[in-house]
T-cell receptor
Framework: NAGVTQTPKFQVLKTGQSMTLQCAQDMNHNSMYWYRQDPGMGLRLIYYSASEGTTDKGEVPNGYNVSRLNKREFSLRLESAAPSQTSVYFC??????????????FGPGTRLLVL | GENVEQHPSTLSVQEGDSAVIKCTYSDSASNYFPWYKQELGKRPQLIIDIRSNVGEKKDQRIAVTLNKTAKHFSLHITETQPEDSAVYFCADVSNTGKLIFGQGTTLQVKP
């Protein structure tokens, strides 16, 4: 199993450009999450999908949209990138339910620089 | 709202000493508390977790304690080694699975 994968690994954008970050998991997990990590800020939740067909806002959703394409894939879209969106983006997934289903597994991250 | 406070923000110890990181949460409904370790340039990795029906959990040199009454939980690392150097995050998990992270603690273990 590859676990949680993300593409691309690195991206440089100009202000106003759009792009989509891709995330996929092969663990048959029900829930998926997008976080951003800025220096000294820890990880902050952008959007999440508790189950296929549902999405909800997290702490910092402004400027982003998401799509839960199917059970495996959860994409994050920046419609008009801004320098404040320069960050490292992590996707995560969890099975759901009690016990071991609570553990979240993270992808390798996407480093985004907006000029 | 949901909030997790983590202290200290940086911690420097000599190899072989113990390290303790503390977190306080605000959501009384929280019942699952994971700790993640993040090495430079890498993804967060779960190192230990604890559930609200347990007061302490240990895994080799790592232990976590939970005080639900006071709403705080702590990570204890004994006999620290240079490879323990990393950023450590505590988290609070809501019943929808949302992770609310603490601000992180940068641990430096000096040889």
């Amino acid at each position: 199993n590859a676990g949680v994968t993300q593409t691309p690994k690195f991206q440089v954008l100009k202000t106003g450009q759009s792009m989509t970050l891709q995330c996929a998991q092969d663990m048959n997990h029900n829930s998926m999450y997008w976080y951003r990590q800025d220096p000294g800020m820890g990880l902050r939740l952008i959007y999440y999908s508790a189950s296929e067909g549902t999405t909800d806002k997290g702490e910092v959703p402004n400027g982003y949209n998401v799509s839960r394409l199917n059970k495996r894939e959860f994409s994050l879209r920046l419609e008009s990138a801004a320098p404040s969106q320069t960050s490292v983006y992590f996707c995560a997934s969890r099975l759901g339910g009690a016990g071991v289903g609570e553990t979240q597994y993270f992808g390798p991250g996407t480093r985004l620089l907006v000029l | 709202g949901e909030n997790v406070e983590q202290h200290p923000s940086t911690l420097s110890v000599q190899e072989g000493d113990s390290a303790v990181i503390k977190c306080t949460y605000s959501d009384s409904a929280s019942n699952y508390f994971p700790w993640y370790k993040q090495e430079l340039g890498k993804r967060p990795q779960l190192i230990i977790d604890i559930r609200s029906n347990v007061g302490e959990k240990k895994d080799q040199r790592i232990a976590v304690t939970l005080n639900k009454t006071a709403k705080h939980f702590s990570l204890h690392i004994t006999e620290t080694q240079p490879e323990d150097s990393a950023v450590y995050f505590c988290a609070d998990v809501s019943n929808t699975g949302k992770l609310i992270f603490g601000q992180g603690t940068t641990l430096q273990v000096k040889p």
